[in-house]
Nanobody, 121 residues
Framework: QVQLVESGGGLVQAGGSLRLSCAPS?????????MAWYRQAPGRQRELVAS???????NYTDSVKGRFTISRDNTKNTVYLQMNSLKSEDTAVYYC??????????????WGLGTQVTVSS
């Protein structure tokens, strides 16, 4: 089956930028629906950062509006998160999420293992 793999995390100074990418590790034989980025900071709950539908409609949590941009390339089954004007509060492990049709024939959630983003003050 497939596994989502994130890339692009790292260490950056406050005010800097990073671009995260996420794509299946292998060929897709299912159907991919909406995709999203979540993040989880130490001692905090995992939160939805941004989501994008197959048609390109996007949604963002208030704390990243105007700074982050989610996009997708359906030909590559890849979702991106462009992060600008990074703040120390953005430090977290970022997880990729995708809706896909599972073996049951129903939509299921698939997750990546996460990529660390650290923003220094």
């Amino acid at each position: 089956q497939v596994q989502l793999v994130e890339s692009g995390g790292g260490l950056v100074q406050a005010g800097g930028s990073l671009r995260l990418s996420c794509a299946p590790s292998g060929r897709i034989f299912s159907i991919i629906g909406s995709m999203a980025w979540y993040r989880q900071a130490p001692g905090r709950q995992r939160e939805l950062v941004a989501s994008v539908t197959t048609g390109g409609s996007t949604n963002y949590t208030d704390s990243v509006k105007g700074r982050f941009t989610i996009s997708r390339d359906n030909t590559k089954n890849t979702v991106y998160l462009q992060m600008n004007s990074l703040k120390s509060e953005d430090t977290a492990v970022y997880y990729c999420n995708s809706k896909m049709v599972g073996s049951s024939g129903r939509w299921s959630d698939y997750w990546g293992l996460g990529t660390q983003v650290t923003v220094s003050s």
